[in-house]
């Protein structure tokens, strides 16, 4: 019953949240009318739910957006099912299954004229995408460190921050290397007692940002060892340095939609 309800939760963006109730009720076993309540009253509960606080995307539900961003012109796209999606993203099914809901719903507030099926379809212009989401996306960077060289940080290899920008643009470097890390890549960093937090950068430190999601998903979109260029746009759109400014709409100027 439980990988039922899984892959039937997977359609719920093609499925009237009633049709799928009704679905449900019927697996359900007859003689059992508490577990048939507990279960719809479960269902309406999550289609009830609302876009993120904010109306800002989750994380999976940027990615999703920045794949489709990356990769809506490959046919291979409209073909791809959750279960697709899932494995390139490396989220559960379950989760994809909510981020194209969660796309739905944002969806229908910020592109006025057009259905959802445009959007997947590839009948909006990328860069259009792009500017009408800007209200929704967040910044990958949960967190930023100052930290001590150590063995560990020599084998971080993704470039981020002003270290990128630099890369991207003719804004000049920073004078210590910007490195990404998602959580799990922070906490072995920091399980190896081989690192010290610093308060402000220092000489010969390196900064750290720890990403929601991993700042490797999209490689194959950016320049050799840097992060890509959107979520870049991103983690640093917040500046009110001018240079960064100017770096920034370089940067975004570059893009090939």
Not at 187 to 196: T, Y
Request: aromatic share 10%.
């Amino acid at each position: 019953m439980a990988k039922m309800i899984r892959w039937s939760l997977g359609w719920k963006t093609v499925l009237p949240s009633g049709i799928i109730t009704s679905l449900f009720l019927m697996m359900a076993p007859t003689s059992s009318p508490l577990g048939r309540s507990a279960l719809a009253m479960d269902l309406r509960e999550y289609y009830r739910r609302s876009p993120p606080e904010g109306g800002q995307f989750s994380p999976a539900t940027q990615t999703v957006l920045l794949h489709w961003l990356y990769n809506s012109t490959n046919l291979a796209w409209k073909k791809a099912s959750v279960t697709e999606m899932a494995r390139i993203l490396g989220y559960s099914k379950m989760t994809i299954s909510r981020a194209f809901h969660e796309i739905e719903q944002i969806f229908t507030d910020s592109f006025s004229g057009y259905t959802i099926g445009d959007l997947w379809e590839n009948r909006i212009p990328k860069v259009q995408v792009w500017k009408n989401a800007q209200p929704h996306f967040r910044s990958p960077v949960t967190r930023r460190h100052y930290v001590t060289r150590g063995h560990s940080t020599k084998h971080l290899n993704r470039y981020a921050g002003l270290d990128a920008l630099a890369s991207y643009s003719m804004l000049a470097a920073p004078p210590y290397h910007v490195y990404a890390v998602d959580r799990r890549e922070w906490k072995k960093l920091q399980s190896a007692n081989e690192i010290q937090i610093l308060r402000n950068a220092d000489d010969g430190c390196v900064q750290v940002e720890v990403w929601n999601y991993s700042p490797g998903l999209f490689h194959n979109h950016g320049k050799q060892q840097l992060v890509d260029p959107l979520s870049l746009y991103l983690s640093l759109r917040d500046t009110t340095d001018v240079r960064i400014e100017q770096a920034l709409e370089e940067l975004e100027g570059g893009m090939r939609w």
